[in-house]
Nanobody, 121 residues
Framework: QVQLVESGGGLVQPGGSLRLSCTASGSIFIINTMGWYRQAPGKQRELVAVVTSGGSTNYADSVKGRFTISRDNAKNTVYLQTNNLKSEDTAVYYC???????????????WGQGTQVTVSS
């Protein structure tokens, strides 16, 4: 079984920054894509950013130029550096990892528990 543990959320003023972290542990053979989604109250969950095992990244238009996703494969950890935060970034942020527990490369997705980011003055 694989678990993801997130940290780094909190309350920040507009224009501020936060660094979210998400570490995978358990029966992991290989992790392919890792990423972050977010869900604001009353809204659908939306993709924020993804990073492949090779380091390729993709971002939602709303966060381009402000957020940076990165990963440390040796630590099975993905990070989301959030800068110039806006009130509309307020949401619960969820990380995910597409992993396989064996060399058969049967991938499945596991989710973190979510971490609250609140941007308010």
């Amino acid at each position: 079984q694989v678990q993801l543990v997130e940290s780094g959320g909190g309350l920040v003023q507009p224009g501020g920054s936060l660094r979210l972290s998400c570490t995978a542990s358990g029966s992991i053979f290989i992790i392919n894509t890792m990423g972050w989604y977010r869900q604001a109250p009353g809204k659908q969950r939306e993709l924020v950013a993804v990073v492949t095992s090779g380091g390729s990244t993709n971002y939602a238009d709303s966060v381009k130029g402000r957020f940076t996703i990165s990963r440390d494969n040796a630590k099975n950890t993905v990070y989301l550096q959030t800068n110039n935060l806006k009130s509309e970034d307020t949401a619960v942020y969820y990380c995910y990892a597409d992993h396989s527990s064996s060399s058969r490369y049967h991938f499945s997705r596991v989710w973190g528990q979510g971490t609250q980011v609140t941007v308010s003055s």
